[in-house]
């Protein structure tokens, strides 16, 4: 299961969101389900917010440290 602040990549593009597949975001809420579902952040390379976006964890891989 993933946990706040995780660091993952999409596994597939958003396309209403301009977010392309391997993007990657931080879990910045989590919603209990089922099934859960998690609010993760985008930010571009000066840490600006570009997208917030509520996603399921199959559309996710855990980028491990």
Do not use: C, K, N, W
């Not at 993952?8 to 919603?31: K, S």
């Not at 609010?39 to 917010?49: L, Y």
């Amino acid at each position: 299961m993933l946990e706040l602040y995780d660091v993952v990549e999409l596994r597939e593009a958003i396309p209403g969101e301009e977010l392309p597949a391997g993007t990657v975001g931080t879990i910045v809420h989590i919603f209990s389900g089922p099934p859960a579902a998690y609010e993760v952040e985008f930010a571009d390379a000066d840490g600006r917010t570009v997208a917030m976006v509520t996603l399921r964890a199959d559309q996710l891989v855990h980028r491990g440290a």
